[in-house]
């Protein structure tokens, strides 16, 4: 296959270009660099397989030749960075992911849309099914990135029924690893760059508020069993193991022998932080086969193998 990947240079599309890569596809990745690097894909340089595409996808997007599969992962992902860019936010969720469909559906390829777990937005039910319908404030501030996603899956599936394309919409739970920006505020990079450098780690409001934290091979084997797979509708991929972020910090500071502890920062917290969040992975399991293989403490030491190199360059 020859497959086309938006916010290729970014954490995400990076892993998925490797995979594809590996399995013997070729890939062109399209990004504008916005809350990506270059970096992440510097090991492609020269791979004939791999292309790089300096491209805003929000205007119209011209790829000569064949392409085979159409994975739509550009879009600012982290709070701080859809808070920073809440337009671009808003319209690469709208115009981007209109034009990605364009171009799939000119290519006759097929197309997956990386949705979010923010689509429930602060949810009322736990844990969360793909049928349920979320609680998400327009306007509050994550409103920017939640209904900019709830507009794509809308697209999507307007697509697959209107045009009879073969879509595949994945809703991604917190996921950590390797290429995570040091600073781009998500609480893994922050947690494991200040216990890197021996600093108190900081926790938002009283840190009741759980997450569910899944390594990124376990999400990329999911992202690939879903472009294989023949179904259309929503599928939740991410770990069910749930912890308070209170906890998730012991944890951070054990496995990475931290003795700083950790201070309250509540007024850091973002207004909309949902409180609780879980996905219920019965649909990935069935459908897919799927499910998650790497211990959190297991994903954790690699990734803070990986951001100490990051900090060793750095300073
Ligand atoms: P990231 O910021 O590392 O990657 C996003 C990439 O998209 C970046 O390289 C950025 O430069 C690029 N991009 C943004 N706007 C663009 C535009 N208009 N044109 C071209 N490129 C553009 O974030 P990530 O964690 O890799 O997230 C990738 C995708 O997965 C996003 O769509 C995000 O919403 C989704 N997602 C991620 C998570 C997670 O836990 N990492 C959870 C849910 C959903
Ligand atoms: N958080 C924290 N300390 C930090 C960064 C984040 O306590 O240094 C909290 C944040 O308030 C949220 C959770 O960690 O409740 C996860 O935040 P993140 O930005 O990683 O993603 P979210 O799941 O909220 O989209």
């Given at each position: 296959?020859?497959?086309?990947?938006?916010?290729?240079?970014?954490?995400?599309?990076?892993?998925?270009?490797?995979?594809?890569?590996?399995?013997?596809?070729?890939?062109?990745?399209v990004d504008n660099l916005i809350t990506g690097s270059q970096d992440n894909i510097s090991h492609l340089a020269g791979n004939r397989n791999f292309e790089f595409i300096?491209?805003?996808?929000?205007?119209?997007?011209h790829v000569p030749g064949t392409i085979d599969a159409v994975l739509h992962f550009a879009?600012?992902?982290?709070?701080?960075?859809?808070?920073?860019?809440?337009?671009?936010?808003?319209?690469?969720?709208a115009l981007g992911t209109h034009n990605a469909l364009g171009l799939a559906r000119a290519?006759?390829?097929?197309?997956?849309?990386?949705?979010t777990s923010e689509v429930y937005g602060n949810p009322l039910i736990h844990p969360q099914t793909e049928d349920y319908a979320g609680n998400v404030d327009p306007v509050?501030?994550?409103?920017?990135?939640?209904?900019?996603?709830?507009?794509?899956?809308?697209?999507?599936?307007?697509?697959?029924?209107?045009?009879?394309?073969?879509?595949?919409?994945?809703r991604i739970f917190n996921t950590y690893g390797p290429r995570m920006r040091l600073d781009?505020?998500?609480?893994?990079?922050?947690?494991?760059?200040?216990?890197?450098?021996?600093?108190?780690?900081?926790?938002?409001?009283?840190?009741?508020?759980t997450r569910c934290f899944q390594y990124v091979d376990d999400l990329i084997e999911g992202l690939v069993r879903l472009l294989n797979s023949d179904f259309s509708e929503p599928v939740n991929i991410g770990t069910t193991r749930e912890i308070s972020i209170l906890d998730f910090a012991k944890i951070v500071n054990q496995v990475s022998e931290n003795p700083s502890g950790i201070v309250y920062k509540d007024q850091l917290r973002i207004?909309?932080?949902?409180?609780?969040?879980k996905p219920d992975t019965t649909r990935a399991k069935?459908?897919?086969?799927?499910?998650?293989?790497?211990?959190?403490?297991t994903g954790l030491t690699r990734t803070i193998q990986y951001f100490t190199k990051v900090i060793d360059i750095t300073t």
């Open positions: 296959m020859r497959v086309l990947i938006t916010g290729g240079a970014g954490f995400l599309g990076s892993h998925l270009a490797d995979r594809f890569l590996a399995d013997g596809h070729s890939v062109v990745a300096y491209h805003d996808v929000s205007n119209f997007i879009s600012p992902a982290s709070p701080i960075d859809y808070l920073k860019y809440p337009i671009q936010t808003l319209k690469v969720g290519k006759n390829a097929r197309f997956l849309l990386a949705s509050g501030p994550r409103g920017v990135y939640d209904e900019a996603k709830r507009y794509a899956e809308a697209l999507v599936m307007a697509y697959h029924r209107e045009h009879n394309m073969e879509t595949r919409i994945v781009d505020g998500r609480v893994v990079p922050n947690f494991i760059g200040q216990a890197i450098r021996g600093e108190s780690l900081t926790v938002y409001g009283d840190g009741s508020q207004a909309g932080d949902p409180q609780t969040r069935t459908v897919l086969g799927w499910q998650p293989q790497v211990e959190l403490e």
